[in-house]
């Protein structure tokens, strides 16, 4: 017994960011990127990295063009 509230797991959440017309043209495109900087973000975190970083990296090559 306990309070539920107070054992409740973490939860976490990841999100792929896709720039247009950076990283694609149309919609299929721009899904299958956002795809690809989730899942590369999820590995980064997972050997340790820092969360975000994906995002860092196109905010400032956006900001660059």
Do not use: H, T
């Not at 950076?22 to 980064?44: F, I, N, Q, T, W």
Request: charged residues 30%.
């Amino acid at each position: 017994p306990g309070d539920a509230l107070s054992e409740a797991p973490p939860i976490a959440a990841s999100l792929g960011c896709a720039l247009w017309p950076l990283d694609g043209d149309d919609v299929d495109v721009l899904l299958r990127a956002s795809d690809e900087a989730m899942y590369a973000d999820k590995a980064r975190r997972r050997l340790g990295g820092r969360d975000g970083v994906g995002a860092d990296a196109a905010r400032a090559q956006f900001a660059a063009a």
